[in-house]
């Protein structure tokens, strides 16, 4: 299993993290202090990218993939209002995040991406397309 490489970052826009150069995190230097934690793994069959993001329902999330860009957005807004004999009290909460990855051009087959969100982690799984699985050995015969 492969695992997160962190790089040092020169210069402000360059980007961030790679996963072995296949994983592209776009969200940069200051940003990335307001976002949610990020695991990228991999094994034979799959990518699998696990956000750390609790306090939110599955409707808050927004995810989608155009031209190689992985995207996940999500969005919570809450109003809590208290009214008692001679005053109210109104409390409004709003968090979002967006975290955009590059993916691999051509690594990824799209329409069997699965996603859950349970205990507060987002889990994708993205297949690799079967023009990127390991292939097994061959043996070869001596004739």
Same mark, same amino acid.
């Given at each position: 299993?492969?695992?997160?490489? =962190?790089?040092?970052?020169?210069?402000?826009?360059?980007?961030?993290?790679?996963?072995?150069?296949?994983?592209?995190?776009?969200? @940069?230097?200051?940003? =990335?202090?307001?976002? %949610? !934690?990020?695991?990228? @793994?991999?094994? @034979?069959?799959?990518?699998?990218? +696990?956000?750390? !993001?609790?306090?939110?329902?599955?409707?808050?999330? =927004?995810?989608?993939? +155009?031209?190689?860009?992985?995207?996940?957005?999500?969005?919570?807004?809450?109003?809590? #209002?208290?009214?008692?004999?001679?005053f109210t009290r109104k409390e409004f909460e709003y968090r979002s995040f967006e975290r955009?990855?590059?993916?691999?051009?051509?690594?990824?087959? #799209?329409?069997?991406?699965? !996603?859950?969100?349970?205990?507060?982690?987002?889990?994708?799984?993205?297949?690799? !397309?079967? +023009?990127?699985? %390991?292939?097994?050995?061959?043996?070869?015969?001596?004739?």
């Open positions: 299993m492969k695992t997160l490489v =962190r790089r040092p970052r020169n210069t402000w826009n360059e980007l961030p993290l790679t996963f072995d150069d296949l994983f592209n995190d776009w969200n @940069s230097g200051s940003e =990335r202090s307001h976002l %949610p !934690a990020v695991n990228i @793994s991999e094994d @034979s069959d799959q990518y699998k990218v +696990e956000v750390n !993001a609790p306090g939110f329902s599955k409707e808050d999330f =927004r995810i989608h993939i +155009e031209n190689n860009t992985l995207t996940i957005y999500v969005e919570k807004k809450l109003e809590n #209002e208290e009214k008692a004999e001679k955009s990855f590059k993916l691999p051009k051509d690594h990824i087959n #799209e329409t069997n991406i699965s !996603a859950n969100y349970e205990s507060g982690i987002l889990k994708l799984g993205l297949p690799k !397309a079967e +023009e990127v699985k %390991p292939k097994p050995a061959r043996v070869i015969e001596i004739a």
